[in-house]
């Protein structure tokens, strides 16, 4: 099989770029690195070149505190509101599309998260990619202008939870929800490499 120290070392940072979603809110991320993981954003594929996406970083707790009630939190956990004030976020880049570019980004909303956030794993922080968000109430909150839509939330911080891969079992049928055991881990199924690939 072909594979080298580089190969080897890109697979362990994705492995490790799992959800957070309880973070140290004692422990702020710094402006700096919320531009240095913006930047990485740039060197990113883009359908027709347009670079179409913008980002608004949030780090003031009054517009923190403003934005989380706006934001649903791990559909699966019927009973979790999400995470409680000491574990909340410390700061969340609101990934907006520039609509005088065009009105559909293809998938390069998806493209930047990923840079995004294997950034932010590489330097030990955690993130959350939400989608299910109060858009509207969001943009009236940021004060963004009408041009930007916000199309996903990423919260980030440093993490305060264990989250682990489970191998699922092979069958389509395999249940792929997500869950958490009583020692406060955070389980999160993938399909083995024999199901992704059409034989
Ligand atoms: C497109 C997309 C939308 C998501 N939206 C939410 C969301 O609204 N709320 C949330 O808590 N997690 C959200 N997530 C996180 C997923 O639940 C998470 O990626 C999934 O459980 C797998 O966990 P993993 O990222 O550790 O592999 C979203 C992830 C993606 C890729």
């Given at each position: 099989m072909l594979t080298n120290h580089s190969f080897e070392a890109l697979k362990a940072l994705i492995k490790s770029n799992r959800t957070v979603r309880r973070f140290k809110a004692d422990h702020p991320v710094e402006p700096d690195t919320l531009c240095a993981l913006i930047e990485l954003a740039r060197f990113t594929a883009s359908g027709r070149n347009a670079q179409p996406l913008r980002y608004k970083p949030v780090t003031s707790s009054e517009s923190m505190n403003a934005i989380f009630p706006l934001l649903a939190w791990a559909?699966?956990?019927?009973?979790?509101?999400?995470?409680e004030p000491e574990q909340r976020p410390t700061a969340y880049l609101v990934q907006c599309l520039d609509t005088r570019l065009g009105k559909d980004c293809l998938c390069d909303d998806g493209l930047q998260l990923e840079a995004i956030t294997l950034g932010a794993a590489a330097l030990g922080l955690g993130c959350c990619i939400i989608k299910a968000f109060n858009a509207p109430k969001l943009k009236q909150e940021l004060q963004l202008p009408e041009h930007l839509e916000p199309r996903y939330v990423l919260a980030l911080g440093y993490p305060d939870e264990t989250v682990v891969i489970e191998e699922m079992d092979g069958t389509s049928e395999a249940d792929f929800k997500y869950f958490r055991t009583t020692d406060g881990v955070h389980h999160v199924p993938k399909r083995p490499l024999s199901e992704l690939i059409i034989s």
């Open positions: 559909g699966y956990f019927k009973e979790w509101a999400g995470p």
